[in-house]
C-alpha cells in the first residue's frame, strides 16, 4: 500500500492575477504576473527554482504546443519544464506534478504556473472546434457546449430525484447566488456584482435548463504556486501550506456507454473524493474539511459535488443549500473567493486559482477581514474537466 | 416471378403551405396553386430521406439479402464518390453487393427500377433495393418553389416472396430540354411552362402509356389504379380522358400534399397504390423526364403480408407546418444566416479516419461483448462492462434499427445551429447500450426523460471549404 503526499510537500509561495476579460493582457503578462506574485510570496528568486510545470489546455488559442513558452516568457535558466493538460484539471495537474518532482527527492523548490487566455477567440463561451474529443467523435458526437452538456445533468437530476423545473432551477438560483455574493467581496474576481435569485432565475437560457447566470466566467488568468519539500518549508517562512491529498480520476466510459451511472451525480467526482479522503486521512468529510473551491463552472456541477464529496447525502443537497450551509458564514463555506461561477474560468489556471484561495485562507490572509473564513483547518479544491459522461476529477486537500 | 418485395417512403416533417410561399415571394408574380409542399429539414438531404426510405422499405426484412442497391435522384450532393454507395454503408448492407447511381432525369426512378428488374430476370442479382429520393433547391420566387416537394420511395425487387409481378414495360428518350441544370449550377433552368405542358408532359405520358398498352395488349380500364406524375392538375386529368381511362382509376399525384418529387415521385405514388391494393389489382406506373417509362405490376395474394410500414400514409399524417419562408431560405441555406464566429469553425473531414469507421459513423454500428452480452456504441475492443473487460471479444451490433429512450437531453442556444436551440441528449437503446447523440425533428418542450425515440440518418454538416458532405445518425421522437 503505497504511502501516500500526505505532508511530504508545502506549498511555500502563491500568486494570482486578477481573472476577467483582460483585453490587453497577454498570455505572457499573465503568467508573469502570477510568477511575480509568487515569488515574492515565497521569499525566493528565479535562480532558486529547480523545475517547472506548466498547465494551458487552450493553447491554440495562446501560447501553442509544449512548455516552451513559459519557459520563454519568464526566461526561466535552461531548467526543465513540462507542460500539462488535462482538461479543467490542467492546472492541478502542473501542481501535482511539481508536488511529486520535490517529494521524489528529485528538486528541492518547484513551479507550478497555470495560465488561459480564452478572450481570444472572438464570441462567447468556450473555444469551439472539431478536435476536441478527437477525431472519431467529432464526427459521432454531438455538437455539444459545455453548458449543454452540464444542463443535460441537471435535466437528469431533477428527473432522478422529483424536482420540477422550476424547484430545481430555484435550488440551482441559490447556489449561483451564494458565489455572486461571494464574488462581489473579491477584488480579484472576474463577475464582481451581487445578483439576487429571482434575477438568476429569469434570466435568458442558455441550455435547458440552465441560465445565464448557472454559468461560469470565461475569463483570462494566471496563477502559481512554489512548493518545497516539507522538512525545509520553514526555513522560507513561519506558515507554509502543506498537501494532505492529491487524487485524480478519469471516467471508464461506463458513465457513457454502459446503463449503469444514473447521470445525476459524477462518479469520478466521488471516487477521487473517497480516495483523497484515504490519503489525508479524513473520516468525516462533512465535519473535517473546513472549505472547499469545486468545480462550479455550472451551478448545477457544484450541487452534485456536494453529494460527491459526501458534504451532504445523496439527494439531499437541496436542504443543504437551502440552510445556507455553504453560505461564506456557514458551517461549511464553498467558493469563498466566488467560485469559477464569479472569480473566474481561464481553465489552466482555475485548479492553482483554488489553491491560492485556499492557502491563502489558511494562513488568515485573505485580502479583507469579511472574507476571512474562522480558524479552517482543512482546504479541498476540486475541479472536473469535460463533461459528466466522461470526464476527469482532481482532488486537492490542503491544511496547516 | 419478378416483382417487388416490399415498399417503404418517406416524407419530411416540415409542410409549407403556399400561401406562405405567396405571402413572401408572391410580389414576384408567382400564383401557386393551393396546397403545402413537404420541405427537408435542415439535416435532410436526397441521401438521408433514401436511407429513410429504404429503412421502412427493408423492416422486419434481413439486411444480408440485398445484393443491390440503386439510387435514383437529380439532387445528389456527390458528383463524385458514389452516393448509392454512401447510402448502402448508411443501411448496413453487405459490401459484395452492385451500387449504381440513376441520376440526370426525373424518369431515373423507374429507370433504376427497370434496371433492376432486368438484373434480377438475368439472374445476376437476387434481391435489389431501389431508391428514389429528390430533395431539389429551387429559386426563390420560382414557380418550382411550390411546384417541388421533398421526398423519397423505396422497393425491394426480388423474385420470390413478391407481393406485385412485374408484367412489363415500355420507354420512350427524347432529349426535351424542358428543365436543365449544367454541371456546376445550383438551381435548375426552365423552360415555358406551355411548353412543358403542350409538347412534352401531355405528349410522352400518353405515348409511353399507349405503347405500353398496344406492346401488351392490354386495355386501360383494367387497371385498378394509374399513376403518373401531376405537374399540371388539368392537363393530369386530360391525359386519362384521352386514354380512354376513368378518373377514378387515377392515383393521387400527392401534388398539393408533398410536391413533385421527382425521381421519387412514380415511386411515391406507386408506394401509395400498393398499400391500399388488393390482389388481383393490375397497377400502370409512368414517369415523366426526357421521355418516360411505363410500367405493369399484378399484385399478388402475398401483399398481405407487407404491414408496419410507415410508407406514404403514415408520413403524410404526421407533419409539422413551417410557417416561415425565412426559416425555409435558412435550411434551404437560401439566404446567408448568422451562425455567429462559433458557427464558422471549419470542419476538416478526415476521409481516412471516415473510411477506417464507416460502420460506426456512417451505419451506427456497434459492438457487442460475445462473454457478458452488452451492447455498446460506438465498437469497443475493450467491454464497456466493468464486470467484464473482456478484449476482443465483440461482434457488430447495428443500433440504426434499435429504438430506445432519451436518459437525459437539453436544449443548447450556445451551440451554433440553424434551428436553435440545438437539442440533444443522451439516448438508452432497448436492449442495452447508451450514446450521446443530436436529436432532430423535435421541439424541446416535446422532449422528455423517458421519451421513446428512433435514430435517423442525417447530413450532419456541408464543408464548403473542402467539398465534403459529412452525414451522421441522430435521434428523432417516434411520431407515427
Not at chain 1, 520563454?72 to 500539462?84: E, N, Q
Not at chain 1, 458526437?141 to 423545473?165: C, D, E, I, N, S
Not at chain 2, 413478391?162 to 428543365?179: C, H, K, L, M, Q
Request: charge should be neutral; aromatic fraction near 8%; hydrophobic fraction near 40%.
Amino acid at each position: 500500500m503505497a504511502e501516500g503526499i500526505k505532508d511530504k510537500v508545502a506549498i511555500i509561495g502563491m500568486g494570482c492575477t486578477k481573472f476577467g476579460e483582460l483585453w490587453d493582457k497577454s498570455a505572457d503578462d499573465l503568467m508573469i504576473d502570477a510568477f511575480q506574485e509568487c515569488i515574492e510570496d515565497a521569499g525566493i528568486e528565479k535562480k532558486d527554482i529547480n523545475a517547472a510545470w506548466f498547465g494551458v489546455h487552450f493553447e491554440e488559442q495562446s501560447v501553442g504546443k509544449g512548455a516552451t513558452s513559459m519557459a520563454l516568457a519568464l526566461k526561466l535558466p535552461f531548467i526543465p519544464v513540462t507542460r500539462t493538460e488535462n482538461f479543467c484539471a490542467t492546472a492541478t495537474e502542473a501542481f501535482r506534478g511539481a508536488c511529486y518532482g520535490v517529494a521524489s527527492g528529485a528538486y528541492d523548490i518547484a513551479l507550478a504556473l497555470g495560465v488561459e487566455k480564452l478572450k481570444d477567440t472572438g464570441y462567447g463561451g468556450l473555444p469551439g472546434g472539431p478536435g476536441l474529443m478527437g477525431t472519431k467523435n467529432a464526427l459521432i458526437m454531438p455538437k455539444l457546449t459545455a453548458p449543454g452538456a452540464f444542463a443535460m445533468m441537471a435535466t437528469r437530476y431533477f428527473a432522478v430525484y422529483g424536482l420540477k423545473p422550476d424547484e430545481g432551477k430555484k435550488m440551482l438560483a441559490k447556489v449561483s447566488a451564494k458565489s455572486h455574493y461571494n464574488g462581489a467581496r473579491n477584488p480579484k474576481a472576474h463577475l464582481r456584482r451581487e445578483v439576487t435569485e429571482e434575477q438568476i432565475i429569469n434570466a435568458p437560457i442558455i441550455a435547458w435548463p440552465l441560465g445565464l447566470f448557472d454559468c461560469c466566467g470565461v475569463s483570462d488568468g494566471s496563477a502559481a504556486a512554489i512548493v518545497t519539500r516539507a522538512d525545509m518549508a520553514k526555513k522560507f517562512r513561519p506558515d507554509p501550506v502543506y498537501v494532505k491529498a492529491l487524487q485524480i480520476a478519469l471516467s471508464s466510459g461506463e458513465e457513457l456507454m454502459y446503463t449503469k451511472w444514473d447521470g445525476a451525480h459524477v462518479e469520478t467526482g466521488y471516487r477521487a473524493g473517497m480516495l483523497a479522503y484515504k490519503e489525508a486521512g479524513v473520516k468525516n468529510p462533512r465535519e473535517e474539511i473546513s472549505m472547499a473551491e469545486v468545480h462550479d463552472c455550472f451551478s448545477i456541477t457544484e450541487a452534485v459535488t456536494m453529494e460527491d464529496l459526501e458534504f451532504s447525502p445523496r439527494g439531499k443537497v437541496k436542504e443543504d443549500i437551502e440552510a445556507g450551509r455553504f453560505n461564506h458564514d456557514g458551517p461549511q463555506p464553498i467558493q469563498p473567493d466566488g467560485g469559477l461561477k464569479c472569480f473566474g474560468h481561464p481553465i489552466g489556471a482555475s485548479g492553482l486559482r483554488m489553491l491560492h484561495e485556499m492557502y491563502k485562507q489558511l494562513q488568515g490572509k485573505a485580502q479583507l477581514p469579511e472574507r476571512q473564513i474562522k480558524n479552517p483547518k482543512l482546504g479541498l479544491t476540486h475541479n472536473m474537466g469535460g463533461f459528466p459522461a466522461m470526464n476527469i476529477v482532481s482532488i486537492a486537500i490542503i491544511g496547516l | 416471378m419478378i416483382g417487388i418485395k416490399s415498399y417503404g417512403a418517406y416524407i419530411p416533417r416540415y409542410r409549407m403551405n403556399h400561401n406562405t410561399i405567396f405571402m413572401s415571394v408572391g410580389f414576384l408574380g408567382s400564383f401557386p396553386p393551393p396546397g403545402e409542399n413537404a420541405v427537408a429539414n435542415h439535416d435532410e438531404d436526397a441521401l438521408s430521406m433514401a436511407v429513410a426510405a429504404g429503412i421502412d422499405c427493408l423492416s422486419g426484412m434481413k439486411r444480408e439479402i440485398v445484393d443491390g442497391l440503386y439510387l435514383a435522384t437529380t439532387s445528389q450532393p456527390y458528383m463524385v464518390r458514389q452516393n448509392s454507395a454512401l447510402v448502402a454503408t448508411a443501411l448496413d448492407l453487405q459490401s459484395d453487393i452492385r451500387t449504381a447511381d440513376f441520376v440526370g432525369s426525373t424518369k431515373s426512378g423507374t429507370t433504376a427500377l427497370l434496371s433492376a428488374f432486368d438484373a434480377v430476370k438475368g439472374e445476376m442479382s437476387t434481391n435489389i433495393l431501389v431508391c428514389a429520393s429528390d430533395c431539389r433547391l429551387s429559386k426563390p420566387g420560382s414557380p418550382q418553389e411550390s411546384l417541388y416537394g421533398d421526398g423519397a420511395a423505396s422497393l425491394l425487387v426480388g423474385s420470390d416472396e413478391v407481393i406485385a409481378t412485374f408484367e412489363g414495360a415500355y420507354s420512350v428518350s427524347y432529349d426535351f430540354p424542358d428543365r436543365w441544370r449544367a454541371s456546376g449550377e445550383k438551381f435548375e433552368h426552365a423552360w415555358e411552362d406551355r411548353f412543358i405542358r403542350d409538347s412534352g408532359y401531355g405528349q410522352f405520358i400518353s405515348e409511353v402509356i399507349s405503347g405500353l398498352l398496344e406492346k401488351y395488349k392490354l386495355n386501360i380500364k383494367d387497371f385498378a389504379k394509374i399513376i403518373y406524375p401531376g405537374l399540371y392538375a388539368r392537363e393530369h386529368g386530360a391525359i386519362a380522358k384521352r386514354l380512354g381511362a376513368d378518373p377514378s382509376q387515377l392515383q393521387d399525384t400527392l401534388r398539393s400534399t408533398v410536391g413533385d418529387t421527382g425521381s421519387a415521385s412514380p415511386l411515391m405514388m406507386l408506394v401509395a397504390a400498393l398499400e391500399d391494393a388488393k390482389p388481383g389489382d393490375k397497377i400502370l406506373v409512368a414517369s415523366f423526364g426526357n421521355g418516360g417509362d411505363a410500367l405493369v405490376f399484378k399484385v399478388t395474394e402475398k401483399i398481405g403480408n407487407i404491414t408496419d410500414r410507415r410508407a406514404v400514409k403514415k408520413h403524410l399524417a404526421s407533419k409539422k407546418e413551417l410557417a416561415s419562408y425565412e426559416k425555409y431560405l435558412a435550411f434551404k441555406n437560401l439566404a446567408p444566416m448568422d451562425l455567429g464566429m462559433r458557427g464558422e469553425i471549419s470542419i476538416r473531414t478526415p476521409m481516412s479516419a471516415l473510411f477506417r469507421e464507416r460502420k460506426v459513423v456512417l451505419a451506427l454500428c456497434g459492438s457487442k461483448c460475445k462473454k457478458c452480452g452488452t451492447p455498446q456504441y460506438p465498437y469497443q475492443r475493450v467491454c464497456v462492462n466493468p464486470d467484464c473487460g473482456a478484449i476482443d471479444q465483440m461482434e457488430d451490433y447495428r443500433f440504426s434499427d434499435k429504438k430506445g429512450v432519451v436518459f437525459t437531453y437539453t436544449g443548447d442556444n450556445l451551440a451554433a445551429s440553424i434551428d436553435p436551440p440545438s437539442v440533444y441528449g443522451l439516448v438508452d437503446f432497448d436492449g442495452g447500450g447508451r450514446f450521446w447523440f443530436d436529436f432532430t425533428d423535435c421541439d424541446l418542450d416535446s422532449v422528455k426523460v423517458g421519451m421513446p425515440v428512433e435514430m435517423t440518418f442525417r447530413r450532419r454538416y456541408v464543408d464548403e471549404s473542402s467539398g465534403v458532405h459529412g452525414y451522421s445518425w441522430k435521434a428523432v421522437p417516434i411520431s407515427a
